[in-house]
C-alpha cells in the first residue's frame, strides 16, 4: 500500500507520536484535530490513519472511532518470527561474493554498532540501520520491504517500552558476525543469522507465554482539559 505525498508527511508525524510515546496504546485519535494541527484537509490524514492502521499500528472500531492499538507479547513475538525468516532469507541470497564486495561498508556499520550503548535510541537506530544493509545486500525489494515493515514497529515497541530488557551483547558482537557471514555458505549464513537473534526470540517467546508486566503497555494518562497535542483523547 502506497500513499501520496502529503499523506506520507502526515504518517511521518503521527508515526514519530507513536516512537516518542505522546501517542500510546489505547489513545484515541481525532482526525480534525491532526488536520488542524498540520494544517492540511482532512483526506491525507484519513488516508494515512488508514495506512496505520493496515500496518496495524491503529485500528477502527463502530462507535469507538481510531485508537492506537494494544499490543501483547505474542504480538511483539509474531513480528519476531517475522523477522528471523526475512533476515535468514536474504543471509542466503547475499551470502558469497555479493557480502564479499560490501565488506568494507557492512563491517563500518557493525562498528558502528558495537560502539553504541545498549537500549538508547540511538543504538536502536544503529541496529536498524545495520541489518536493513544486510537485507539490502539482497537485492529483494519484496524483503527489504517487509523488513522495513516489520523494523517500523520493532522501533515502536522499543520506544513504548513494550520490549524485555535487550540480551547481554557481547563485545564486538556485529562485526564478529560480519566475519562469520564474510565466510559462510549460503545455509551457514542462515545459521548464523539465526544464532544472532535467537537471544531476543528467547526472551519474546518466554514472554508471550507469560504475558509478564514486562510487555504490560504504559499506563493511560488522565490529562485535564485538552492533551498536549490535540491530536489525541485519552480514556479511563
Given at each position: ?8 508527511q502526515?504518517y511521518?508525524?503521527l508515526?514519530?507520536q507513536?516512537?516518542?510515546s505522546?501517542?500510546?496504546?489505547g489513545?484515541e485519535?481525532?482526525?480534525?484535530a ?7 484537509s ?11 492502521e ?13 485508537t492506537?492499538?494494544r499490543?501483547?507479547?505474542?504480538d511483539?513475538?509474531?513480528r519476531m ?6 533476515e535468514t532469507?536474504a ?32 543504538s536502536?537506530?544503529?541496529e536498524v540501520?545495520f541489518?536493513?544493509a544486510?537485507?539490502a545486500l ?9 523488513f ?10 522499543a ?8 540480551p547481554t551483547?557481547?563485545?564486538?558482537q556485529?562485526?564478529?558476525?560480519v566475519k562469520?557471514?564474510l565466510?559462510a555458505s549460503?545455509e551457514?549464513?542462515d ?15 518466554q ?10 503497555p ?12 490535540g ?6
Amino acid at each position: 500500500m502506497t500513499i501520496s505525498s502529503l499523506s506520507q508527511q502526515v504518517y511521518d508525524a503521527l508515526y514519530e507520536q507513536l516512537v516518542t510515546s505522546q501517542l500510546r496504546p489505547g489513545d484515541e485519535i481525532n482526525r480534525r484535530a491532526v488536520a488542524k494541527e498540520l494544517g492540511v484537509s482532512l483526506s491525507p490524514v484519513l488516508e494515512a490513519m488508514t495506512q496505520l492502521e493496515w500496518e496495524g499500528f491503529f485500528e477502527t472500531r463502530p462507535r469507538r472511532g481510531t485508537t492506537v492499538r494494544r499490543v501483547t507479547a505474542r504480538d511483539v513475538l509474531g513480528r519476531m518470527h517475522l523477522r528471523v525468516a526475512i533476515e535468514t532469507q536474504a543471509a542466503r541470497i547475499y551470502a558469497g561474493p555479493v557480502i564479499a564486495a560490501a565488506r568494507d561498508k557492512i563491517l563500518a556499520l557493525a562498528a558502528a554498532n558495537d560502539a553504541t550503548e545498549p537500549g538508547t535510541r540511538g543504538s536502536i537506530d544503529h541496529e536498524v540501520g545495520f541489518h536493513r544493509a544486510l537485507v539490502a545486500l539482497s537485492d529483494s525489494p519484496g524483503l527489504i520491504d517487509a523488513f522495513d515493515h516489520v523494523m517500523r514497529h520493532s522501533i515502536y515497541h522499543a520506544a513504548a517500552r513494550l520490549l524485555p530488557k535487550c540480551p547481554t551483547r557481547h563485545t564486538g558482537q556485529h562485526v564478529k558476525l560480519v566475519k562469520g557471514l564474510l565466510a559462510a555458505s549460503p545455509e551457514n549464513a542462515d545459521g548464523l543469522i539465526r544464532a544472532h537473534l535467537a537471544p531476543w526470540l528467547q526472551l519474546l517467546t518466554q514472554a508471550a507465554a507469560t504475558e509478564s508486566e514486562a510487555f504490560s503497555p504504559l499506563p493511560t494518562r488522565i490529562l485535564g482539559g485538552k492533551a498536549r497535542s490535540g491530536l489525541i483523547r485519552r480514556k479511563t
